[in-house]
């Protein structure tokens, strides 16, 4: 495989033309695709178009009424905006632009009652057998490659649904078996360290998926050799369920694809009790 992922293109004609391209520009400087974030930053220049925005000055006015809550929105959809405005803000900040930068805490979630379903091993052996036994068909030559691979990382390596989709070739380090998780949430980069077990998963996953590929390919590749839609990868979570004989409650109710993570670090955390670890010392590398 040797298809690294689609960088989508999008016409900005409004006031903050330039700081936005600017932005963008940045952020694929450091390797980011930055697709979805340039679809809503399109979204909002046409948005500023239909207001009183000045050239090159994102005023508070402009900001309040882009993140606004929408009829039929759900709060994490609007809260998607106001971070992508904040980050946008300290950006145009930083050139000697004028702009309105939200306070930190602006957008606070409501409480949830959600409780994180933690799986046990007998049913990640299961997700591991059903994986490990994935029906290929011909429009998806090598999910049957792929997918036992991705989801072991993922138990085993506690990544997130948008890491595992994004990760690059050269962002798994098979000779000191670290993975490198570069600008996640909150704009972080992080190691995460592979078993001996995983890493020979990984050497020998690459010599067939990536002896030819580029450094900016992604790891696990879709038939197109770009990265899964997070729908696709839903849909064969679900799938996973389903043939492990894992009920799901229905929307909102779970598993969800992030319980693999906190299942990841409830495990570990076990796993340091019965070894005598110092918790107190081993947490931050939960994070």
């Not at 293109?9 to 695709?33: F, H, M, T, V, W």
Request: aromatic share 14%; glycine share 4%.
């Amino acid at each position: 495989m040797s298809n690294s992922t689609s960088i989508k293109e999008y016409q900005y004609n409004g006031p903050l033309k330039k700081a936005i391209e600017a932005y963008i520009a940045e952020k694929r400087g450091i390797g980011l695709s930055y697709n979805s974030e340039s679809k809503r930053l399109a979204n909002f220049d046409r948005f500023t178009l239909t207001v009183d925005c000045k050239t090159n000055v994102l005023a508070k006015d402009v900001v309040l009424a882009w993140i606004s809550k929408r009829d039929n929105e759900c709060e994490a959809n609007q809260n998607l905006r106001v971070i992508l405005m904040r980050q946008f803000a300290l950006f145009m900040l930083r050139y000697g632009y004028e702009a309105y930068v939200l306070p930190v805490g602006y957008f606070k979630k409501p409480p949830s009652s959600f409780v994180p379903y933690i799986f046990t091993d007998e049913e990640i052996d299961r997700i591991y057998y059903q994986a490990d036994h994935w029906k290929v068909v011909s429009q998806s030559p090598y999910a049957g490659v792929v997918i036992p691979v991705m989801f072991k990382i993922l138990f085993c390596c506690g990544l997130r649904f948008s890491e595992i989709r994004m990760l690059k070739v050269s962002d798994v380090d098979l000779e000191n078996g670290v993975l490198s998780i570069i600008e996640t949430k909150f704009d972080k980069n992080r190691l995460v360290p592979m078993s001996d077990s995983i890493t020979k998963l990984c050497y020998e996953y690459s010599k067939k998926m990536h002896s030819v590929s580029q450094d900016e390919s992604i790891y696990f590749p879709n038939a197109r050799g770009a990265a899964f839609s997070a729908t696709a990868l839903y849909n064969i979570f679900r799938r996973l369920l389903w043939k492990a004989g894992i009920s799901h409650g229905g929307k909102g109710k779970g598993p969800r694809f992030h319980d693999i993570r906190h299942t990841f670090a409830v495990h570990c955390l076990r796993n340091w009790v019965q070894n005598d670890f110092n918790i107190s010392s081993a947490l931050p590398y939960l994070s």
